[in-house]
């Protein structure tokens, strides 16, 4: 049997290290899955760090790692993917939302020959009305953009060693793991589950980083936004054309234009198309500036078990 490395990422989640670690460490013996529990605390403010060194003292099949601050959620995978040593690699959120007995359905779908095995939500669980707007507009682009349906895409997936190598080998600092993983191809399946309440605590996610997440990740991935400017321009084209013309034929049938009311509206809308598409440009200039750094995707400041 072939060893699996589940990946963790955690921040704030001091109250849910240790029912985690127990439920998938019990799910997986159970079975005699050889594993890795891989937890990385990704900048956390409470003491989310020392729950992981307890348990690290306590089992030598479980691997800490801790930022040296808050590098976000897709760092953190990447870590994970980076230490892992498993022969295939899952993700799972620290929360238990994702149902850890989908892992034995996953690692079973491996077994039969699968290299990318994606969780796929059967629903979306309880979300706001505008949280579910944004979500699947969110998605749609993406999904364009990458020629696969991830409208119930998540971040619960398992992949094969093959599968993690290309995408440690990918460069770039600015990374969408949702996306990526199901752009490298390979032989892929996919599992349904149901979105799990959380048995403590709130979501860390606020909406402004939410939306803060989508940008990154929209822009990161796709060059729509760009497109979406020439699209604007386009259609301000014609009817500049449309607006001329209608002009020309007004000055010689000696009809007066009174409009200046028109004018400074006009001017006021063409304005703020103008700054708007100078700031989609310019935060794709300021991510070209950003890998050009090459500064490293995340820094470890401790880790425990490091060598096992």
């Not at 300021?286 to 090459?294: A, F, L, P, V």
């Amino acid at each position: 049997m072939g060893k699996l490395s589940v990946i963790i990422p955690s921040y704030n989640e001091e109250k849910m290290i240790s029912t985690t670690y127990r439920v998938i460490s019990s799910l997986l013996e159970s079975r005699n899955i050889p594993f890795e529990i891989i937890f990385i605390n990704d900048g956390s403010k409470d003491k989310t760090w020392d729950e992981i060194q307890n348990i690290c003292n306590e089992d030598s099949n479980i691997k800490g790692f801790n930022f040296s601050r808050n590098f976000g959620k897709e760092a953190a995978i990447f870590a994970g993917l980076t230490y892992a040593r498993g022969d295939c690699c899952a993700v799972i959120d620290c929360d238990l939302q994702h149902p850890p007995e989908v892992l034995l359905q996953m690692y079973e779908k491996w077994e039969e020959g699968y290299e990318v095995v994606e969780g796929v939500k059967a629903s979306r669980g309880k979300e706001s009305l505008f949280y579910k707007f944004a979500a699947k507009n969110f998605y749609s682009l993406i999904s364009s953009a990458t020629k696969i349906d991830m409208s119930k895409s998540s971040d619960f997936k398992l992949l094969d060693k093959k599968a993690v190598d290309i995408l440690r080998s990918m460069p770039e600092k600015h990374i969408f793991f949702r996306a990526l993983s199901s752009w490298v191809g390979f032989r892929t399946t996919s599992i349904e589950f149901e979105v799990q309440e959380r048995e403590v605590g709130d979501s860390k996610w606020s909406t402004v980083s939410l939306i803060k997440y989508a940008i990154t990740n929209i822009t990161s991935f796709s060059t729509a936004p760009m497109q979406l400017v020439t699209m604007t321009g386009m259609v301000f084209l014609i009817f500049s054309i449309l607006l001329g013309v209608h002009s020309i034929y007004m000055h010689f049938t000696g009809q007066s234009l009174e409009g200046f009311t028109t004018v400074i509206l006009l001017l006021l809308i063409i304005g703020s198309i103008i700054m708007l598409s100078l700031g989609i440009i310019g935060y794709y200039i300021s991510k070209i500036y950003e890998e050009t750094q090459n500064r490293p995707r995340f820094i470890v400041s401790e880790s425990e078990n490091h060598k096992n």
